[in-house]
């Protein structure tokens, strides 16, 4: 008896467990060269040279990192987390430098350094907060409202960004290193997947989830 419960646990578990969507966002054409970003007008960021991360791709040159990949139209709208994103400053940069979130969902901002930062987000060009943060001061808690996309930039130090792409919904990825993905638990149906790159703007594809299943929507750019 003990058996058969536990295989019906495991059943309802599984049962609503829905599809996958998984692949890898594809990059073709001539890998950029990564230079070395110029951080000397500050002695505390000067210390290590950092390659600009615009565009990475991945070591074969075929993944493309940094992308955000969601369902754009279909999936069910849901609720923000009351857990904020976080973006914290370390060695005069943002980490993560990409990330998913929910519409309405706050950010907060740590520094890591030991140099001042100033924190500036933007909607499109429109100002949503802009405050200084000194070293060792408390994290940044800010409200995201109506801001699909946030850029986060710092005054002080030019190189330095972030963004944050804000769906209706909670299934979306950012693409590793080598340009995977995978969204779990998607409900069976007919979608819209786009995928978001800072420099080279969107790609978009309809995909039917099936239960069980995977399914690659094959997204790929080129530079």
Not at 54 to 73: E, F, P, Q, W
Not at 213 to 220: E, I, S
Request: proline residues 6%; positive net charge.
């Amino acid at each position: 008896m003990k058996t058969l419960i536990a295989l019906v646990h495991l059943w309802a578990s599984t049962a609503h467990a829905g599809g996958t969507i998984a692949g890898t966002v594809s990059f073709s054409g001539a890998a950029p060269k990564h230079k070395a970003l110029d951080r000397k007008a500050d002695p505390y960021c000067a210390g290590t040279n950092v390659a600009d991360p615009t565009v990475t791709v991945s070591k074969d040159g075929k993944g493309l990192a940094n992308v955000v990949v969601r369902i754009k139209v279909g999936a069910p709208a849901a609720a923000p987390p009351a857990e904020p994103l976080t973006i914290d400053q370390q060695g005069c940069m943002y980490t993560p430098r990409v990330q998913g979130g929910v519409l309405g969902q706050k950010v907060q901002v740590k520094n890591g350094d030991g140099t001042l930062h100033n924190v500036h987000g933007y909607n499109g060009t429109k100002t949503v907060f802009n405050q200084a943060q000194p070293p060792g001061s408390k994290p940044l808690l800010k409200e995201l409202k109506k801001t699909e996309v946030l850029t986060v930039k710092c005054d002080v130090h030019a190189w330095m960004a972030a963004y944050v792409v804000l769906s209706s919904n909670t299934f979306f990825a950012t693409t590793s290193a080598d340009g995977t993905f995978a969204i779990n638990d998607v409900p069976p149906g007919r979608y819209t997947v786009e995928a978001w790159h800072e420099k080279l703007g969107t790609r978009s594809a309809e995909i039917t989830v099936e239960e069980g299943k995977a399914v690659d929507p094959k997204l790929a750019f080129q530079g």
